[in-house]
T-cell receptor, first 110, second 114 residues
Framework: TQLLEQSPQFLSIQEGENLTVYCNSSSVFSSLQWYRQEPGEGPVLLVTVVTGGEVKKLKRLTFQFGDARKDSSLHITAAQPGDTGLYLCAGAPRFNKFYFGSGTKLNVKP | EAQVTQNPRYLITVTGKKLTVTCSQNMNHEYMSWYRQDPGLGLRQIYYSMNVEVTDKGDVPEGYKVSRKEKRNFPLILESPSPNQTSLYFC?????????????FGDGTRLSIL
């Protein structure tokens, strides 16, 4: 069982569509991070959310941290082929161990 | 250029033959980690290090060893590799374990154990 559950696992959409990826846990996190990974490379940090209820925007990407700090979402508006990749949420609920979600593989078709 | 460097990038070896995957960072980061990435499971932390000579187990440490004798290097050692350790491995570093510190990842090592 994963500490961080991501859904959906796969998403294939047309260019211009909107989408939301969810990251849920039964544990409380002091912060959650979202990474994007492209084939043949390591994950790259997109954003860190720290405060419950926080909303952060990065161009067409909107990140939200749940009020109880147990969940987060990533919303992409008007997806583009360049958004294609594996999206991972991550955090450390206790001690110094770090946990990643299983990832959402996004494919945006032109 | 700030980076995390892993070597080798690819390795095919046989069961039981000891191997080491090296990891080096040039950012003077305190915190370093090793992860393995398997389909459908995301990244799972193997070991981490808070600083020189301070290491601890992550979520899946069995069959692995690490050492942190210098701040920049954090090698991953498989003393007696087995086929279930076939995976994609990533080394990562961050400034410290402070809240929300970004982790910087290497490009990965694809390991196949026959």
């Amino acid at each position: 069982t994963q500490l961080l559950e991501q859904s959906p696992q796969f998403l294939s959409i047309q260019e211009g569509e909107n989408l939301t990826v969810y990251c849920n846990s039964s544990s409380v996190f002091s912060s959650l991070q979202w990474y994007r990974q492209e084939p043949g490379e390591g994950p790259v940090l997109l954003v860190t959310v720290v405060t419950g209820g926080e909303v952060k925007k990065l161009k067409r990407l909107t990140f939200q941290f749940g009020d109880a700090r147990k969940d987060s979402s990533l919303h992409i508006t008007a997806a583009q082929p360049g958004d294609t990749g594996l999206y991972l949420c991550a955090g450390a609920p206790r001690f110094n161990k770090f946990y990643f979600g299983s990832g959402t593989k996004l494919n945006v078709k032109p | 250029e700030a980076q995390v460097t892993q070597n080798p990038r690819y390795l095919i070896t046989v069961t039981g033959k000891k191997l080491t995957v090296t990891c080096s960072q040039n950012m003077n980061h305190e915190y370093m980690s090793w992860y393995r990435q398997d389909p459908g499971l995301g990244l799972r932390q193997i070991y981490y290090s808070m600083n020189v000579e301070v290491t601890d187990k992550g979520d899946v440490p069995e069959g692995y060893k690490v050492s942190r004798k210098e701040k920049r290097n954090f090698p991953l050692i498989l003393e007696s590799p087995s086929p279930n350790q076939t995976s994609l491995y990533f080394c990562a570093s961050s400034l410290n374990r402070g809240q929300g510190q970004p982790q910087h990842f290497g490009d990965g090592t694809r390991l196949s154990i026959l």
